[in-house]
């Protein structure tokens, strides 16, 4: 379950002297949508309905998980605050 997960993760947390507090498993839940859209190339419905969320695209909640203005699942984390990298904005072919 996500409350068994969110427990043995925060324990691995207190086990590297990190404090789990402020910790949940929201990024999980992003990253996972990410993971699932970008390198496993599912479609969005079929996302929807593996979460259990809603089908109804009017207020494109599921576009939140995926697209961020700052987010490029591509790019290294290290790399977002290079002041010498590339232009994040990529033009499709």
């Given amino acids: 379950?996500?409350?068994?997960?969110?427990?043995?993760?925060?324990?691995?947390?207190?086990?590297?002297?990190?404090?789990?507090?402020?910790?949940?498993?929201?990024?999980?839940q992003r990253g996972g949508c990410q993971y699932l859209h970008i390198e496993r190339r599912w479609p969005l419905r079929h996302i929807c309905e593996w979460g259990g969320w809603s089908l109804e695209f009017t207020n494109l909640t599921i576009v939140k998980y995926l697209i961020s203005h700052n987010d490029d699942a591509t790019e290294p984390h290290e790399h977002f605050f290079n002041p010498d990298r590339s232009p994040s904005v990529k033009c499709p072919l």
């Fill in 1 to 28: 379950t996500s409350e068994r997960f969110l427990e043995l993760f925060r324990n691995n947390l207190l086990d590297i002297g990190v404090d789990p507090s402020s910790n949940g498993t929201h990024s999980f």
